[in-house]
DNA sequence: CCTACCGATCGGTAGG
DNA sequence: CCTACCGATCGGTAGG
């Protein structure tokens, strides 16, 4: 009781702040040599720690392996969705900042190998267990995000006639994966603009 | 020479036909675990081989993985680009028949983890080497095919007003790499439908 | 193409 | 969190 009264609310204990740094780093590795190539015995060496120090924090590698998609989850949400939610209204200017802020997060190389979640989706695509199944949720999360926006948009009167939220929220969300591919892939930036420039277009803004 | 004149021009020796099914086995595993994650153990459980016959075929992983992309990028030709290049003429026709030859393609799961290319520039998009190389270089020749058909198509007068056939066949490859991604991972054929209205619409056809 | 083997590394555990 | 260890598998080789 008196140990934890000289921490602040937000704050992280020790542990955490190790654990935290533990999951960044396995994130970054994940996004160059994927989830089942990230190794025990190599996150170990990256971090400094021996591996049996991390059996005590996460007791397997598929529990790594959760908690690394845990947390490039609060990465994404942090770099690309709540900055769109927070700077803008429900609809049509809402959907682009998602789109931008992913592109933004992407060119930026928050991690190293372009988006998480775009590389583990390929690389866990027909792997069945519980890893894809994590990935894939907040894949259709990060899908529900777009159509949101789109179909707020639709309700607004926002979008040029006759398009469909559905049809443009998936467009939208498998034109930025391309992208990510062709862009880490070629270390392109091109590709970047040129998926401004289709953005910009089909929501004509 | 006397034992060469039992086979027909195209037939292929044992030795070569071996080779082929192994390789084919490869492409269909990599789809799936990746190039790195292909081992040379498991391949050779998977054709009823010993390790040391795969060696005495390729030499090292490494020419085994580049091995695997030459035979994925057969029958990506003969599955894709042949058949469209075949029925169409050099245009909008054929830049259709590419792109619904891809999603066929996919559908058909002509390897299992959808296609071989998407999955592996995925992998490797951050991974130097010949590998990588390799699979970027089939990736652009792929993007040369769309943008070859999209500029015959321009100056065919087949292209709606203002679009620039760069940006038309960037953005196919990139709707056309996004919906592989997720039609595996959600195992959901909707998307490939979505990727056809998609087209549709952009082509005017 | 095979059996038999090599050192290194894998995920994971015992015991502290 | 550590050292020290386990069996299994990795890529690769010797010798045939």
Redesign the pocket.
């Known amino acids: 009781m008196l140990g934890s009264m000289s921490m602040d609310v937000g704050e992280l204990t020790?542990?955490e702040r190790?654990r935290a740094a533990i999951l960044h780093e396995a994130a970054r590795l994940a996004t160059v040599g994927g989830l089942e190539g990230?190794?025990?015995?190599?996150l170990a060496k990256a971090t400094g720690?021996?591996?049996?120090?991390l059996?005590?924090h996460f007791?397997?590698?598929?529990e790594l392996q959760l908690a690394t998609v845990e947390a490039a989850r609060v990465s994404f949400m942090k770099e690309v969705v709540a900055p769109a939610i927070q700077s803008t209204g429900a609809g049509r200017a809402r959907l682009r900042a998602l789109c931008d802020g992913f592109l933004s997060y992407v060119e930026r190389r928050v991690f190293p190998g372009g988006c998480f979640f775009v590389v583990t989706s390929a690389e866990l695509g027909s792997r069945p267990g519980p890893v894809h199944d994590r990935v894939a949720l907040y894949q259709r999360q990060w899908s529900g995000a777009l159509l949101e926006a789109a179909r707020a948009a639709g309700a607004n009167g926002e979008l040029p006639a006759g398009v469909d939220a559905e049809q443009l929220a998936f467009e939208l969300g498998a034109l930025l994966a391309g992208t990510n591919i062709v862009t880490v892939l070629h270390s392109d930036a091109d590709a970047v603009e040129r998926a401004r420039v289709a953005i910009a277009r089909r929501l004509e803004i």
């Open positions: 020790k542990g190790t990230l190794s025990i015995g190599g720690m021996s591996k049996s120090g059996y005590a007791g397997s590698k598929e």
